[in-house]
């Protein structure tokens, strides 16, 4: 890799320029060196879960005994994985649309509005995503018992809903500034009312911002633990929670098949994060302008 | 919220009353676009605050002892107290890591080169992996047979195999797996925000590359690195699964999320769960609102070409 | 400071029941004790059998210690989701202490006529600790046993004192997680105390005094405690140790599945006295009538014979039937395949021989494992 | 030096044969006025426009043009006044209510839609019939050019179509007004003139009634048949080209106008509007310009570097400067010289002069506007001021 | 209409009494090129530079300037050719090695330093004593103006004194060679002209040597003392000012040097370098420029708006156009007008001047550039190509 970064301009090279790469090459190599030993390890860690998802039994050994694929099979059965999934999708997709539905509209007037309290509001907006979730889902979770709802779906929905809501609105932000208000002044000038402006102007030009924001909050709400955990019941696990209790219940349970869940999980998840990076730089799935 | 919406206090000197209040809450930004943002601040209001409070208020009050009850058995007991300890020694080393690793190979990454955006698609990758995966892996990876072990056995670099997992190391690694890519992707884009032409003009004034990155990326990029700094924390500071999974939740992994938890869910003694969460938020709160300061005394301006 | 509070903990049970629900009801079942791998097949059928009963059965699984505190925070929230917890002695006695099962004996004889003496001894005996509040499902004389790795161990030890001579000598090779996490680790800890003659085997405090010394010798050598069993499994299928702590179960179904080599054997102690395991079905205080008529059907059912006879399963809870007379051979044929093909030849023999007690009762196991933890674990 | 004979100003400018009659019969501005929070922004303004008229509000960044601008689109509440429109009231209107159209600095072309599509929102939006869209759609891209654009994106184009198409969809809708804020500002110099003449093509082939903000002096003199100059806030001057530029109201505007040596000097001797100003060796027979003048006034002197020529054998000079800088300009020289008390005069040379010349500089007396000074110090503040808040507020922080 | 005499430029320019020598004495450029990939940005260069010249680079956007200025700075390695500074190489030098000082388009200011720090950053990095940094850190602030502002941030500062701070940075270490790229190019127009008015200035009373790049004729004009004239990663000329305002090398120079009629005729006859060209009802009598001309070929014809003049009585004349645009211009209008056949005249006039208004043209033979055309059409696109390049690449895409 460290070829072709240089290679690319300075093919032809005076003399002056190759004696100066020469002299930065022990940091250049140390640096390539941590990232390669960090995407090896990597590389491994999915790589054994894999295949042992797969393997029929792995011992003191390289490889895997042998291959098979009755672990997911097994897995599919012992863990209702259709059951878990159709109330996985459900919950997610319920948490990014109402996360939509709240965050833009909040993103927009944060975004375009400078006005007493704002600050505020920015806070509010933030500690969700601050405060580690056990430290707020406990009592979530005691409240939601009160009024009857943890334990249900929509107990869950509600509970992912915490911290969803200001990755919408952290999301969406940058791309609300990205458009200039003088858009949709031409706008009404050119006679729109605001349904036009909203439906016509800014819903367009939002759109690969809500793609981007709805698919992280996916991906962050598949895979939120805690608060699932925390929040769900019987019928309302998501895959992460059962893939938990998997490993952690008391039982007899072989590797291969919690092995062959987490990799439905991961491959689940690495669906959607090709979807997400269609949309966004991979960057953006970490940072956002708003810190 | 706002007042927005509320009836006009009569303005005797301006004879067009209405347009008067309009006009003057519309100059300070109060218009009716400022509804929108209701519908998602009152859902936090009641699904965030309100719980928080609500736990708060259960946190005063314990099945035993004064208000404080709960707070005081915290303290004084050895092994909650030690979580307090457990929690920071994986938080901060876990951030510095990843930190401090993202810094050299950020920074090597600028340029553009062919195959970067697969590279940084890759190191989304473990972002997504979730914490069974991840722990899975270690366990099997790093663990006694695993391909880890077994390489440096083939190296002949250690004789028995390192332990290093179903402890603080293990721990230690997944922060790292699940941290060090979301520490590198920050740390890049506020370096891809630091204008190239800042150092141009360092090394047309006669700095070397270590002085160019002495004294001006580094400044430079130091807020962006205790905000990266602050957000791993964050992540790392909640530990939970992972430490129960790859770690020795009942020993040097015994993190405050795991005390908090078992008060709460095993002991069924919510209140002092909720006591164990209002200390975790508080100490979380004080580092992040240590760093926010140190961010604040440092220049905070614009990074690019301009000043 | 409990969130709530009402009085749904306390309702007196209804005191009769129709035999049938008025309208099929859909049952969550809650198992933290892993009994879902023996009783499984059991709800299938039930399902498939009594339609007018059942319309549908959710399973879940979690652990023992949140258990009582789960069931408790519905109770108190008055919002009873759980209709049948499936729990080993742990998460039964806990619920007792904090009377959260319902009492059963009122519907003993309309839905399980002759419970009692249907059970087999071991079963009779361990299905007093469920106080009339849960139904035995499944027994196991268990353990405690040596899973040993014959490539690396010529002569197994039989005996408390040839194990620690054999530990001393293979420092880091012999194994057991710890007790409270571990179903071989606490047979383990509670048949040493016979093993070794001590004064009280019911008394951890002030009856084990050879027990501990002798762990505490052990602990010296043994390799470090996991935190569950299945890591003592990864590691004499890994070759990192050479001999764990086992029981009956655990010695048959990991091999059956493939987690630990088919090579690995199992010795036992030479005057072993066993030491039984038993899981039970305890049903929450506060579920709807019709849901709890459902589940007593479901229990009786579950303690006919031809269902009992699947419980022998992978060999996972070894024998498993509670009932009398149940047999290998009226298992379905693939359990008597593996059960043939994995487990001891000898295992009948052996529980036939030895003396089978009933494993501690919860208040009095919970003081074993704090003080494992306190004079054994903390020195690792 | 060549004797410059002041060119007469072409008043009712336009007359291209096709011109169609304005929409618009007259627009009174009546005290508008904006205030953000503590701050006007606009002062009272009192502005007529009839139909057909091309007015430019000119003056620095910040003093208000974008204010005025918005006000009369709608886009911003009036905190007073009133705008009618022949006669009705529209400044209670909202923006898509008033029926004009607008040209944004940054074009603000809808990015998601093409030319065609662009261009034809304003009329979709009155719900005109389809046919008749794409007919006036056609003819309008016609008129700038932008016929085969039509289909593409506004960020397939250049700067210049992308003005062009903001143009368009400003006009097709046939505004009464059309109001176009600094359309030319992000253009290259080059660009900016050959669209300044399409601006002032397709104001008079349609008939237009304009009413456009610019800080650029020159454009807003060769564009517009009204110029009104602000400065913070308030109205310096409103008036024709030709009045700015030759009778400037006010030190602001003239400095505005391309008077570029301001000197304060004291006012020695007052003969009707003939004034003597004199001072750091600097003497100046000039003509009273704004409000009159005494005798021991402070003043401020006006000249154009084109109207400063060598002084005549003879004749009295304003005084004696040395070149420092010169700048070669084509046909002209422009020279910064000092005088011994270092004062700054810039001139034009038409013949060669050299850093380190010596001149004797001259100013015909109805060249030379005094005016009464505001505080000596004014000048000098105006000029840094200007500089400042020219370049605009300095680059939003970034965090 | 007046016939401007030519000014004679001011050759030796600088002459300030307090010059100091320039610290370098001559720099080389030996066949320096630069490619990017398969694309030449820039063929070989040769150039000589003396010291104390004031040399600009002027061309339109993309023709290789800032690449020529990064490959003297050192920022960029050179494809081939070598640079010599007094005898001695330096393009195999790294930029911190090569001391010289260069001003960057967006300043690039050191944003978390003060003025102070920013201007001492140079000094400091070559070890240089703090007492002495201070002493020179304060001269050179105190020259710029700025010592006032000595302790703020740049991001405190107005544009015109960012850009006094990035001058001074570059000044500080008393470089053999500054170099600029269109350091002004971020200002507005009147802070355009103070600046350059300043840039002159600091380059004479440092004694320095400047390289400056620019797109901007008015501005390399009035600033160097010569100019390279750059197209297409080719030099098209290099000279004087006077040089190439008077005898533009090809029609490329002549449209960058302010000749706005370009109008595409034919070669009617030959007369030594008298060239008569005739084409769509015009007729112009002019001067053969470039390569020689033969009767039949299709020539081009660069006429300034200024020479174009009312044609006498009796006089032949270019042709007769319909005044269409009338722009005031204060003492001159600019007038737009069309022929009968549809071509476009630029000229300036003194007079009263209507649309409408009939006019007969007349030029001076010797002020009408005739250049043989490269293909008629050239003249077309190279006009719409600049309108689109010169915007620089249409704004990024939202989203
Ligand atoms: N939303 C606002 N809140 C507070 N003050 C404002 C606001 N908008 C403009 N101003 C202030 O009002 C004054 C006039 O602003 P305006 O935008 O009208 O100036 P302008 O003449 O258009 O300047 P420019 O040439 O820079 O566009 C300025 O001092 C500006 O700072
Ligand atoms: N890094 C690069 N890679 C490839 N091509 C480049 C690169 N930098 C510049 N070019 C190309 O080289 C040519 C010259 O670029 P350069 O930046 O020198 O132009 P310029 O004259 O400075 O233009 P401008 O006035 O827009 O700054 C352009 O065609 C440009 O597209
Ligand atoms: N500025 C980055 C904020 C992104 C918040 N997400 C962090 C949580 C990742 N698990
Ligand atoms: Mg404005
Ligand atoms: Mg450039």
């Known amino acids: 890799m460290s070829a072709s970064t240089a290679a690319v301009a300075d093919a032809v090279d005076t003399a002056a320029a190759g004696r100066r790469r020469l002299a930065l090459r022990p940091g250049t190599w140390v640096t390539w060196g941590v990232l390669t030993f960090f995407l090896l390890n990597l590389t491994g860690v999915i790589a054994t879960v894999l295949l042992n998802s797969f393997g029929s039994r792995w011992f003191d050994s390289w490889l895997p005994g042998g291959w098979t694929s009755h672990w997911y099979s097994d897995a599919w059965k012992e863990f209702s994985l259709g059951r878990v999934l159709g109330v996985t999708l459900e919950v997610t997709l319920l948490v990014v649309a109402i996360s939509l539905i709240l965050g833009v509209p909040a993103a927009y007037a944060l975004a375009r509005r400078d006005f007493p309290g704002k600050r505020a509001l920015n806070l509010l907006f933030v500690l969700p995503i601050l405060v580690p979730p056990i430290a707020y889902g406990i009592p979530l979770a005691t409240m939601l018992y009160k009024v009857h709802l943890a334990g249900t779906l929509t107990g869950v929905v509600l509970a992912n809903l915490v911290p969803s809501i200001p990755f919408v609105v952290f999301t969406m932000t940058p791309f609300i500034e990205q458009i200039d208000p003088r858009i949709e002044a031409a706008a009404r000038v050119c006679g729109a009312k605001t349904p036009t402006v909203l439906g016509r102007i800014l819903a367009p030009l939002l759109l690969p911002g809500m793609l981007a924001a709805g698919i992280l909050v996916l991906v962050r709400t598949f895979g939120m633990f805690e608060l699932t955990f925390l929040t769900s019941g019987p019928t309302s696990q998501t895959l992460v929670v059962t893939l938990f209790s998997a490993v952690n219940s008391a039982g007899i349970r072989s590797t291969q098949s919690i092995d062959a869940m987490a990799v439905v999980y991961t491959g689940s998840m690495a669906v959607l994060l090709l979807i997400a990076l269609r949309f966004v730089n991979p960057t953006q799935l970490v940072a956002r302008s708003a810190d | 919220m706002t007042a927005a919406t509320t009836t006009p206090t009569a303005t005797p000197s ?34 965030f605050c309100y719980p928080f409070l609500y736990g708060l208020q259960l946190s005063f009050q314990p099945t035993h002892g004064g208000v404080l009850g709960d707070y005081q058995k915290f303290f004084s007991d050895p092994f909650s107290r030690k979580s307090i300890w457990a929690t920071f020694s994986l938080a901060i080393p876990a951030s510095l890591i990843n930190v401090g690793a993202s810094i050299p190979i950020s920074y090597r990454m600028r340029r553009d080169f062919r195959g970067k955006r697969i590279m940084l698609a890759v190191l989304v990758v473990p972002i997504t992996l979730g914490t069974v995966l991840t722990a899975e892996g270690i366990l099997e990876f790093f663990g006694p047979a695993g391909w880890f072990n077994r390489t440096l056995h083939l190296l002949g670099l250690a004789a028995s195999p390192m332990k290093l997992t179903m402890n603080y190391t293990g721990v230690l690694l997944s ?104 200390i975790m938020t508080v100490l979380m709160l004080a580092v992040i609102g240590a760093l926010a300061a140190a961010r604040s005394r440092m220049y905070r301006g614009a990074t690019g070409g301009k000043g | 400071g409990a969130p709530g509070s009402s009085g749904a903990a306390k309702a007196a049970p209804p005191s009769t029941l129709a035999s049938t629900p008025s309208k099929p009801v859909s049952l969550n079942i809650l198992d933290v004790a892993g009994n879902l791998q023996l009783t499984q097949p059991i709800l299938d059928a039930f399902k ?57 004996k009122p519907y003993y004889d309309t839905f399980f006529p002759g419970l009692m003496a249907n059970y087999n001894p071991a079963a009779a005996s361990m299905a007093s600790l469920a106080q009339d509040q849960g139904i035995e499902l499944v027994v196991t004389p268990s353990g405690p046993l040596l899973e040993y790795d014959p490539a690396k161990v010529a002569t197994p030890p039989t005996t408390p004192d040839a194990l620690l001579a054999w530990a001393q000598a293979h420092p880091g090779k012999f194994q057991y997680a710890q007790p409270r996490n571990s179903g071989p680790g606490r047979t383990f800890l509670m048949g040493l105390p016979y093993l070794l003659g001590d004064s009280d085997p019911s008394d951890p405090t002030n009856g084990w005094a050879k027990t501990w010394d002798y762990l505490a010798q052990l602990g010296k050598y043994a390799a470090s405690y996991p935190t569950k069993t299945s890591a003592t499994m990864t590691a004499i299928a890994q070759g990192t140790a050479w001999m764990i702590a086992s029981t009956a179960g655990w010695y048959i179904n990991p091999r059956a599945t493939g987690t630990v080599p088919a090579g690995i054997k199992v010795v036992k102690f030479d005057n072993l006295t066993w030491v039984s395991d038993a899981q039970f079905g305890v049903i929450p205080k506060g579920i709807p009538a019709d849901h709890l008529t459902a589940v007593l059907r479901l229990l009786a059912f579950a303690l006919t014979p031809e269902q009992q006879a699947v419980t022998y399963d992978q060999g996972y809870f070894y024998p498993g039937p509670a009932v009398k007379g149940v047999t290998l051979a009226q298992a379905p044929a693939a359990s008597q395949q593996v059960v043939q093909k994995f487990g001891d030849p000898d295992f009948d023999t052996w529980t036939s021989s030895g003396p089978i007690r009933n494993s501690l009762p919860a208040q009095a196991q919970v003081t074993a494992f704090d003080l494992w933890d306190k004079k054994i674990g903390a020195a690792k | 030096m060549t004797a410059a004979t002041s060119a007469s100003p072409p008043s009712p400018r336009a007359s291209a044969p096709r011109r169609p009659d304005s929409q618009l019969g007259r627009l009174s501005l009546r005290g508008v006025s904006r205030a953000y929070g503590a701050h006007t922004a606009l002062h009272p303004l009192d502005l007529d426009i009839t139909g057909g008229e091309f007015i430019a509000l000119l003056g620095p960044s910040g003093c208000g043009k974008t204010t005025a601008l918005n006000c009369l689109a709608g886009l911003l509440p009036l905190t007073a006044g009133e705008i009618e429109l022949d006669g009705r009231r529209v400044d209670t209107l909202p923006p898509e209510k008033r029926g004009f159209g607008m040209v944004f600095q940054n074009y603000a072309l809808f990015p998601h839609l093409t030319v065609r599509a662009n261009v034809a929102f304003g009329l979709k939006m009155r719900g005109v019939a389809k046919a008749e869209i794409e007919r006036r759609v056609a003819e309008v891209l016609s008129l700038v050019q932008l016929s085969e654009h039509a289909a593409k994106h506004p960020a397939q184009l250049s700067g210049g179509q992308q003005q062009r198409v903001a143009i368009a969809r400003a006009i097709v809708t046939e505004p009464a007004l059309v109001l176009m804020d600094e359309p030319l ?19 008079q082939d349609f008939g237009l ?54 000197l304060p000097l004291r006012v020695s001797s007052v003969d009707g509007s003939t004034v003597v100003a004199e001072g750091d060796g600097l003497r100046v027979v000039g003509t009273a310009a704004g409000e009159p003048l005494l005798v021991g006034q402070d003043a401020l002197v006006a000249i154009r570097p084109e109207d400063l020529r060598p002084a005549a054998e003879g ?55 005094v005016f009464r000074s505001e505080g000596a110090l004014l000048l000098e503040v105006e000029t840094e001021a200007a500089g400042v808040t020219a370049q605009g507020e300095p680059e939003a922080q970034a965090s």
């Open chain 2, 14 to 47: 301006s004879p067009p009353k209405r347009p008067a209040l309009r006009h003057r809450l519309a100059e300070r930004g109060v218009d009716r676009t400022l509804l929108l943002v209701l519908p998602g601040a009152l859902a936090l209001l009641a699904l």
């Open chain 2, 175 to 278: 922060l790292i797996i699940s941290g060090f890519p979301f520490a590198y992707l920050l740390t890049h884009s506020y370096l891809s925000g630091i204008h190239p032409s800042l150092e141009k003009a360092a090394a047309t004034l006669g700095a070397g590359w270590w002085q160019r990155f002495r004294h001006i990326t580094l400044p430079l990029l130091l807020p962006g690195l205790l905000t990266t700094f602050s957000l791993t924390f964050v992540m790392a500071f909640a530990v939970f699964p992972s430490a129960l999974m790859v770690g020795d939740p009942d020993g040097h992994t015994h993190v405050i999320s795991i005390e908090a938890y078992e008060a709460a869910l095993e002991r069924f003694d919510y209140a002092q769960g909720c006591a164990d969460a209002m």
């Open chain 3, 48 to 104: 498939a059998q009594h339609p007018q009963i059942v319309s549908g059965i959710t399973t879940s699984t979690g652990t023992a210690p949140e258990l009582a505190p789960k069931v408790q925070a519905q109770q108190q929230g008055g919002n009873v989701q759980i209709d049948l917890v499936l729990t080993g002695t742990d998460g039964l006695a806990a619920g007792i202490e904090k009377q959260l099962w319902y009492n059963l």
């Open chain 4, 185 to 203: 500002s992000n253009l290259d110099a080059a660009l900016r003139l050959t669209m300044r003449g399409e601006i002032r093509r397709i104001h």
């Open chain 4, 209 to 262: 009634t304009t009413v456009y903000v610019t800080h650029d002096q020159e454009e807003a003199l060769s564009l517009a048949d009204r110029l009104v100059v602000l400065h913070d806030g308030r109205v310096s001057q409103i008036g024709t080209p030709a009045e700015l530029y030759e009778r400037p109201a006010d030190p602001h505007v003239a400095a505005f106008m391309g008077y570029r040596n301001l």
């Open chain 4, 315 to 369: 004749e009295s000079a304003v005084g004696e400067a040395v070149a420092e800088i010169v700048e070669y300009h084509g046909r002209v020289l422009h020279v910064e010289a000092a005088t011994a008390e270092g004062r700054r005069l810039h001139l034009k040379a038409h013949e060669s002069v050299r850093p380190g010349d010596r001149l004797r500089v001259a100013v015909d007396a109805e060249r030379a506007l």
